[in-house]
């Protein structure tokens, strides 16, 4: 996330990147797709100026990922994530 110093000493957000889990590990889910649509068709109109995102179902955890936590196994799937990136007017 990056912020700017406005005029007026107040920080803005111009940009942010948002990472987030589909899914739970019990399968509950914690992201919606078509929610997320909808409120970024809503907030196009007034505050977002541009967005972009992309779904990962496909990563594997590393050898760095094992070491830095047993629970991770090299080769294994990673949760399906989504990374989010919205542009503010």
Known sequence: MR????????LS?????????????DGEELFSIER????LEEKSKTCIK???????DKDVYTEED?????????GELKPKHIHLLLRFF
């Open 66 to 74: 094992e070491r830095k936590n047993e629970k991770y196994k090299c």
């Open 50 to 56: 541009e967005f972009s995102y992309i779904i990962h």
């Open 3 to 10: 912020k700017r110093k406005t005029n007026q000493g107040n």
């Open 36 to 39: 997320m649509k909808q409120v």
């Open 13 to 25: 957000m111009r940009r942010c990147e948002i990472v987030s889990n589909l899914e739970s590990e």
